[in-house]
């Protein structure tokens, strides 16, 4: 790479539950830069949450951020005219960024009245390994172990 690596910006911890995981997650919530909503929405759905599951609802979503985190993925490899897919291992930031971004998604495509029921639904979900974010966590895991036999192409 020619240009240095762009420095970590700081990331304040949340007001609530003062927890740099939970930002991450709102950041990731967030559109249009409307972060005291995505705020609203995450400590809505983390309530209703605590509220279905009789538990503390932030370690609900912590365990269910886990469920969904990828271990390994495919990348796409050229190599003598063919495209491989081979397995790598995740770095622990893409891992966590990823799972995030699967439970987000994930929520925004259920249909429930509101954006705080849909994430909750899924983090219900994802808790007990089921729903979407949780099977493509699943695919992306069966799809690095089909293609084990390319692991010695690594890069």
Known sequence: MRKAKPKKRIILPDPKFNDLLV????NNLMLQGKKDL???????????VAERSK?????????????????VEVRSRRIG???FQIPT?????RKQSIGMKNLILFARKRNEKSMARCL???V?????DEGGAFKRKEDTHRMADANK???????
């Open 81 to 83: 005219g063919a495209t």
């Open 120 to 122: 909750a639904s899924e």
């Open 38 to 48: 995505a705020f609203k929405i995450f400590y809505d759905a983390i309530d209703v």
């Open 23 to 26: 930002t991450k997650f709102v």
């Open 55 to 71: 538990e503390d609802g932030l370690e609900v979503w912590k365990k269910a951020l886990a469920n969904v985190t990828p271990a």
């Open 124 to 128: 219900l979900a994802a808790y007990k």
């Open 89 to 93: 291992d995740i770095p622990p930031a």
């Open 149 to 155: 036999a390319f692991s010695h192409f690594r890069f």
